[in-house]
């Protein structure tokens, strides 16, 4: 059963920008906590950005911060990843993923995955 499915990615020049849309399938719209990852060719996956709903906080890696934005959607099973003035180390496949308990933004913890969407950023 497919529980998230992204879209958005692209081939993007440096300075460019992207926004990534996750699609959260009605069985586990009750998550408490979505996140964003990333994986670059040859390193592990690395957390980017999550959204905790219980206490409506949000978590960027620092490599990140000021350039890109999470945001729940309208209806409420989607999800955003806003990313701007992209750079050549921002390439990965970008995936989100939910968890139904309030746990750090560490991909240990999520239960959900989708199967990710390709983000290059190339001149």
């Known amino acids: 059963q497919v529980h998230l499915v992204e879209s958005g990615g692209g081939l993007v020049q440096p300075g460019g920008s992207l926004r990534l849309s996750c699609a959260v399938s009605?069985?586990?719209?009750?998550?408490?906590?979505i996140g964003w990852f990333r994986q670059a060719p040859g390193k592990e996956r690395e957390e980017v950005s999550c959204?905790?709903?219980?206490?409506?906080?949000?978590y960027y890696r620092d490599s990140v911060k000021g350039r890109f934005t999470i945001s729940r959607g309208n209806p409420i099973n989607m999800s955003y990843l806003q990313m701007n003035n992209l750079k050549f180390e921002d390439t990965g496949v970008y995936y989100c993923?939910?968890?139904?308990?309030?746990?750090?933004?560490?991909?240990?913890?999520?239960?959900?995955w989708g199967q990710g969407t390709q983000v290059t950023v190339s001149s």
């Open positions: 993923a939910t968890v139904k308990n309030d746990l750090p933004c560490d991909r240990e913890y999520f239960d959900f």
């Open positions: 009605e069985s586990i719209v009750d998550y408490i906590v």
């Open positions: 959204f905790s709903r219980s206490v409506n906080m949000t």
